[in-house]
């Protein structure tokens, strides 16, 4: 415990970029998952099959292949398209960077699937009377679809959110300083490495709970005046 | 010809094929490796995981509680951090190097990924099962008990086989983050399919051929897996599919990865 307390900067600071790492990850996750439903919902056959596509890569192979291949693929190849068009000098990809973007770009896949899901469970007939009232795409999406979506995509995306916030430990791999590599090191350096990895899994079950708590009251706010058949 | 083959793509493709080709045998031997580990964790995890939900689907609190913590604890935290708390972790305990279990077992990386990925697992499942077992329809468990069933032969006969069914399409995405997770086995030296793009890529110091062949074999094998529990599906739950059609729609109870 003495050891914890005395190590407590570099996990601390080690927590903080996990936290950072998770969010900015969650933020282009979204993003590509509103991306990848709305491509995939269109009639355009040629987004349909790219966003298929992408899903079906994405979410079949594991992310720490993806992680290492961006890290070291990546850096390589952006520097060769670099040389051969003659636009940027020599980049190096962070850590960090590949890291926010790989997991993102994955979960982005997940999230896919949970707003596709949820735009499909909008009854039909409501975006109609949408369209019979004169509403333009833009203000049906904000005023019928969004505010549903939310509350039918918030389970998934719940769960999608926990699970992709245990994926950032894999960047601890390539090198990135998140709190399992600080806590990994501090602990080989004071050859107590159960300590500080039991340490590193209570910082991650805090941040999972915290979540947890978090996302139960956006759901039950989501969920106001709609009554429960079942716990679910 | 085939000189010519080769020639041609050594000249024009952007991987080295050849290297590839040359060192395949390699990946399919890690490719075995990651579908032996991924396969006995999910029969350990599995085994473990019927008792711990049939725990955590009842209302003993003495029995309750221990089992959700241990859920609770690995559900909550990455695989990997498991991992090394286990391969890693237990060499600080002196009275755990000197057990007879050190040697063969807790200081070899494959027994330590087992321990961790089977402990995982199970915590997972026996979560899964535990949703299943709950609702199991109460005519069900009804009939049963007007039929004179005991509470053991009720869970056996009726509740534990209908749970089973119910929870496949969920298992299946079970399995599927379970042969994810076993890439993390390559962390703690384990020569599986990622620990062979890893020794490819170090070895002739690329960037893309190792990593872009274990994708596509990970893509590979969960293409298989997905494809065998639909079929497998098709078969257990057929007596269910008017009413999943009908709960799919809402994107309930259908499992959410299908490629």
Redesign the interface.
């Given at each position: 415990m003495n050891l914890i307390i005395e190590y407590q900067g570099q996990l601390l600071s080690g927590t903080w970029v996990t936290v950072q790492l998770a969010i900015l990850s969650l933020v282009i996750a979204v993003i590509f998952g509103l991306l990848g439903a709305w491509a995939k919902l269109s009639k355009n056959l040629l987004a349909k099959k790219a966003a298929a596509g992408y899903?079906?890569?994405v979410?079949?192979?594991?992310?720490?292949?993806?992680i290492?291949?961006v890290f070291?693929?990546g850096?390589?190849?952006v520097n060769q398209l670099g040389t051969l068009t003659g636009l940027w000098d020599y980049v190096e990809i962070s850590q960090f960077v590949a890291g926010v973007g790989t997991i993102g770009v994955v979960f982005g896949g997940?999230m896919t699937?949970?707003f596709r899901?949820?735009i499909?469970?909008i009854p039909r007939g409501q975006i109609e009377a949408g369209i019979a009232c004169g509403m333009n795409r833009l203000t049906i999406f904000r005023r019928i679809i969004w505010p549903q979506m939310v509350r039918?995509a918030l389970p998934?995306f719940s769960n999608n959110w926990?699970v992709q916030i245990?994926?950032?430990?894999?960047v601890?791999?390539v090198g990135l300083q998140d709190v399992?590599y600080n806590g990994?090191v501090a602990?080989?350096s004071t050859?107590?490495?159960?300590?500080f990895?039991?340490a590193?899994?209570m910082i991650?079950?805090l941040l999972?709970?915290i979540s947890d708590f978090g996302l139960r009251q956006l759901d039950r706010k989501y969920s106001k005046g709609i009554t429960r058949s079942d716990d679910? | 010809m085939g000189e010519a083959f080769v020639q041609f793509l050594q000249a024009w493709s952007p991987l080295d094929i050849v290297l590839i080709a040359e060192n395949f045998d390699r990946f399919l031997l890690g490719a075995w490796v990651t579908l032996k580990l991924t396969f006995i964790s999910l029969v350990i995890g599995g085994t473990l995981s019927i008792p711990l939900a049939i725990i955590r689907a009842g209302s003993n609190p003495f029995l309750n509680a221990p089992v959700w913590a241990f859920t609770?604890?690995f559900r909550?935290?990455?695989?990997?951090?498991?991992t090394?708390?286990i391969y890693?972790?237990?060499?600080?305990?002196e009275w755990i190097r000197e057990t007879a279990l050190w040697g063969p077992v807790l200081s070899q990386a494959w027994y330590c990924a087992l321990i961790a990925f089977s402990l995982n697992t199970a915590a997972y499942t026996a979560e899964l099962l535990r949703g299943s077992i709950v609702t199991t329809s109460n005519g069900e468990i009804e009939a049963a008990k007007a039929c004179g069933l005991s509470r053991a032969k009720r869970m056996r006969r009726i509740i534990l086989p209908s749970a089973f069914r119910r929870a496949l399409p969920a298992y299946s995405n079970e399995v599927i983050f379970m042969?994810?997770?076993?890439?993390?086995a390559?962390?703690i030296t384990i020569q599986d399919l990622?620990g062979v793009?890893?020794w490819l890529?170090g070895r002739y110091y690329l960037?893309?051929e190792g990593?872009?062949t274990?994708?596509v074999l990970?893509?590979l094998i969960?293409?298989l897996i997905s494809r065998g529990f639909r079929f497998w599906e098709s078969k257990w739950l057929r007596h269910l599919y008017p009413q999943e059609a009908v709960k799919s729609?809402?994107?309930?109870g259908l499992a959410?990865?299908r490629?």
């Amino acid at each position: 415990m003495n050891l914890i307390i005395e190590y407590q900067g570099q996990l601390l600071s080690g927590t903080w970029v996990t936290v950072q790492l998770a969010i900015l990850s969650l933020v282009i996750a979204v993003i590509f998952g509103l991306l990848g439903a709305w491509a995939k919902l269109s009639k355009n056959l040629l987004a349909k099959k790219a966003a298929a596509g992408y899903t079906t890569v994405v979410r079949g192979v594991p992310d720490l292949v993806l992680i290492l291949l961006v890290f070291y693929g990546g850096q390589q190849f952006v520097n060769q398209l670099g040389t051969l068009t003659g636009l940027w000098d020599y980049v190096e990809i962070s850590q960090f960077v590949a890291g926010v973007g790989t997991i993102g770009v994955v979960f982005g896949g997940y999230m896919t699937e949970t707003f596709r899901g949820a735009i499909l469970a909008i009854p039909r007939g409501q975006i109609e009377a949408g369209i019979a009232c004169g509403m333009n795409r833009l203000t049906i999406f904000r005023r019928i679809i969004w505010p549903q979506m939310v509350r039918y995509a918030l389970p998934g995306f719940s769960n999608n959110w926990l699970v992709q916030i245990k994926a950032t430990a894999l960047v601890s791999v390539v090198g990135l300083q998140d709190v399992v590599y600080n806590g990994f090191v501090a602990g080989r350096s004071t050859r107590q490495l159960f300590t500080f990895m039991f340490a590193v899994l209570m910082i991650y079950l805090l941040l999972t709970a915290i979540s947890d708590f978090g996302l139960r009251q956006l759901d039950r706010k989501y969920s106001k005046g709609i009554t429960r058949s079942d716990d679910g | 010809m085939g000189e010519a083959f080769v020639q041609f793509l050594q000249a024009w493709s952007p991987l080295d094929i050849v290297l590839i080709a040359e060192n395949f045998d390699r990946f399919l031997l890690g490719a075995w490796v990651t579908l032996k580990l991924t396969f006995i964790s999910l029969v350990i995890g599995g085994t473990l995981s019927i008792p711990l939900a049939i725990i955590r689907a009842g209302s003993n609190p003495f029995l309750n509680a221990p089992v959700w913590a241990f859920t609770y604890l690995f559900r909550g935290t990455p695989l990997l951090v498991q991992t090394y708390l286990i391969y890693y972790g237990l060499g600080q305990f002196e009275w755990i190097r000197e057990t007879a279990l050190w040697g063969p077992v807790l200081s070899q990386a494959w027994y330590c990924a087992l321990i961790a990925f089977s402990l995982n697992t199970a915590a997972y499942t026996a979560e899964l099962l535990r949703g299943s077992i709950v609702t199991t329809s109460n005519g069900e468990i009804e009939a049963a008990k007007a039929c004179g069933l005991s509470r053991a032969k009720r869970m056996r006969r009726i509740i534990l086989p209908s749970a089973f069914r119910r929870a496949l399409p969920a298992y299946s995405n079970e399995v599927i983050f379970m042969l994810h997770g076993s890439v993390v086995a390559s962390t703690i030296t384990i020569q599986d399919l990622l620990g062979v793009g890893r020794w490819l890529n170090g070895r002739y110091y690329l960037a893309y051929e190792g990593f872009i062949t274990a994708a596509v074999l990970y893509l590979l094998i969960v293409l298989l897996i997905s494809r065998g529990f639909r079929f497998w599906e098709s078969k257990w739950l057929r007596h269910l599919y008017p009413q999943e059609a009908v709960k799919s729609k809402s994107g309930k109870g259908l499992a959410s990865f299908r490629i």
